[in-house]
């Protein structure tokens, strides 16, 4: 899915970006298997297809976790609007483009 290339996109700007996008992935990761733990549990025909999905987000969501971890965090020349990208991560308001 997309969503994991937005994230290793988000990921590269920042040492913080990176953090919140690891921790939106693993928070992703837990819900993702709760739900597939749940339509196992129902043993419904009609969940197959939802669950068949979300083990894709998984393993793409599982694929750019392990790209991230692999690749050292951006400690210098973050990005010039890593500061803004952070402050909505964080859901800071837009004034207030202090880095975290």
């Known amino acids: 899915p997309r969503i994991a ?3 290793l996109i988000v990921a590269s ?3 913080h970006c990176r953090a919140l996008c690891l921790n939106f ?3 992703q990761l ?3 298997d709760a739900r597939i733990e749940a339509a196992l549990a129902r043993r419904r025909l009609d969940d197959r ?3 068949r999905e979300l083990r894709g987000f998984a393993q793409a969501l599982e694929r750019a976790r392990q790209v991230l971890l692999a690749t ?3 400690s ?3 990005h010039r609007d890593a500061a803004a990208i952070e402050a909505w ?3 800071r308001p837009a004034t207030d483009l202090q880095p975290a």
């Open 5 to 7: 290339l937005v994230l």
């Open 13 to 15: 700007l920042s040492a």
């Open 25 to 27: 992935i693993d928070e």
């Open 30 to 32: 837990a819900l993702i």
């Open 49 to 51: 297809p939802a669950t």
């Open 72 to 74: 050292p965090a951006r």
């Open 76 to 78: 210098t020349h973050t």
């Open 89 to 91: 991560l964080d859901g």
